[in-house]
Every structure is written in structure tokens, then in C-alpha cells.
């Protein structure tokens, strides 16, 4: 399947020469990493999972060429966050998300990529399916946040 | 009057759950190059004739590439100004701490260095 999403008509990928990362972190917000999946794939689950526990609704974040992110819509606590991530992780038997579901757990607090990485541009919406008006629309607000401080950081 | 009152008791339930008001952070993370202090060891013997190891900062400087990260959360224009800092002031392993309060003593916080160019997982 053919997803568009990383052809931008801001400039905000071009120049990053910074060697950081800058991330949104949230206890209360289900969000999962998927790597080296078809954008297939990563549908189905992000739909499964929100019809299964009942998450509302769900968007879609293209970070490069088969990584993917997804951020639910409902308020969770940490400890169903956690739930529901690792039922994702160990249902669909990805690796690379049961490491980052790991590495969640250290933190104690999920974090997505905002700004750019190395070639990586920033990740960009690809598919939203059900209500936003809670974290995703939280997501939103921090992610808009971010990218107007990347623009400041460019223009200094 | 009364909004004074509710807002004092959720406040205090949440103190009481042990519930942090802040969870929407703003996270910058990757790897840097720093110099930081070199620690001597050395060793005391106790009252109780037990030798006890202890750690003493010494003036000397190393240079050092680890990884760190900062877990910010406050106000767009704090988050703006505590990220321009981090810039120069690298973390001390996992940094979880609110804008303002870094910004008012950043060196409490990090050691001077630089971010570089490595491989780094979310």
C-alpha cells in the first residue's frame, strides 16, 4: 500500500543540524512505535487494539519508510497504558515493539519522536479514524508546541 | 469561596494518591560529549575497624561521550527557553525536572558539553 505523508510543503525537515532528538512524553496517552511494519499492518492493530479496549479513535504518524507511530484517543493510567501496549506487542510478535515497550517501562513514560533525526523527517499524519477531542488532540497541541520551538531553533 | 475549596481539595487528593499534576513532557534526548569531573576514591577506617570506600571530586577534567536525556514540562516559553540552554548544559543521566526550576540553575542539572551525532533509540 502506497502512503503518502512525508512529501511536506513546509520546510521544516530541510537544515536540521542539530545532533538531539526532541520527543513528547506522556503517561496517559496510549501510544505505540511500530518499526519495519507495512502501513497495513499497522492499521489493523491500531484498529483492533481501539476496538478492543475501547480507545475512541486513534491517527496514524508516518516517522520514515515502514515506521510508524500511533496515538490513541482515550485517558488511560499508566498501568493500563502499559496493558495495552504490551498486549499490542506480544499479539502482533514485533520485536522492535516489545523493545520499545521495555524501554517505556524504564522511563515510566512513553515518548514519540517530533523533530527530525539524522535524514529522518519530522513524522507526519498519515490516517486518523475516530474521535480526537481528547489525547490525540493533546498530542496535537504538544507536537505544534515542539515544532514552533524547532522553527525558533532554525531561525537563531 | 467554594471554588477555592473544591480546587484545595483536589489538590490535596491528588497529594494524597501521590499523583504528579504534570505527565505532558517535552523530551530532548541523544548523545553528547562532555567534560566532566574525575572522582578519586580513597579509603577511612571506621570506628567500628571497618575500612569504608569514599569519593572525593577532584579539580582534574575527563572528557566523556554518553548518552542523557531531559524530560521538561512547564510553559511553551520556558519549554523554549530551557531547551535553547540544553543546548550548551548536557544531562546528568535522566534529567526529570520542570523548565523554570532548570532554568534558574541549569549547571545543577548537567555539565557543559556538546550533543553529537550517534545512534540513539527513543
Request: hydrophobic residues 35%; positive net charge.
Amino acid at each position: 500500500m502506497k502512503v503518502n505523508g512525508l512529501r511536506g510543503k513546509s520546510n521544516l525537515n530541510e537544515e536540521w543540524n542539530h545532533h538531539f532528538v526532541l520527543g513528547y512524553t506522556d503517561e496517559e496517552t496510549v501510544m505505540l512505535d511500530f518499526d519495519s511494519t507495512s502501513f497495513k499492518t499497522v492499521r489493523y492493530w491500531a484498529s483492533r487494539a481501539m476496538k478492543w479496549f475501547k480507545l475512541e479513535g486513534f491517527i496514524i504518524l508516518r516517522s520514515s519508510l515502514n515506521n510508524y507511530h500511533v496515538i490513541f484517543n482515550r485517558k488511560v493510567s499508566w498501568k493500563e497504558n502499559m496493558h495495552i501496549v504490551a498486549w499490542v506487542g506480544l499479539l502482533c510478535n514485533n520485536p522492535m515493539l516489545e523493545k520499545w515497550f521495555l524501554m517505556q517501562c524504564i522511563k515510566e513514560g512513553s515518548t514519540l519522536r517530533v523533530s527530525p533525526k539524522r535524514e529522518k523527517p519530522s513524522p507526519r499524519i498519515v490516517f486518523r479514524h475516530g474521535k480526537e477531542e481528547d489525547q490525540v488532540k493533546n498530542f496535537l497541541k504538544y507536537r505544534e508546541l515542539t515544532k514552533n520551538i524547532i522553527r525558533k531553533l532554525k531561525a537563531d | 469561596m467554594y471554588i477555592i475549596n473544591f480546587a484545595e481539595t483536589v489538590l490535596n487528593t491528588n497529594a494524597k494518591e501521590g499523583k504528579t499534576p504534570m505527565v505532558k513532557q517535552i523530551a530532548i534526548y541523544g548523545t553528547y560529549e562532555a567534560k566532566v569531573p574525575v572522582f578519586q576514591r580513597y579509603w577511612k577506617r571506621r570506628i567500628d575497624g571497618v575500612k569504608q570506600r569514599y569519593w572525593k571530586k577532584t579539580t582534574r577534567m575527563k572528557k566523556v561521550v554518553e548518552s542523557g536525556r531531559y524530560e521538561f514540562h512547564g510553559k511553551g516559553k520556558d519549554l523554549y527557553k530551557a531547551i535553547i540552554k540544553a543546548l550548551q548544559i548536557m544531562p546528568k543521566g535522566f534529567v526529570d525536572v520542570s523548565a523554570i526550576k532548570f532554568l534558574k540553575k541549569p549547571e545543577k542539572y548537567g555539565y557543559e558539553g556538546e550533543w553529537v551525532e550517534r545512534e540513539v533509540k527513543s
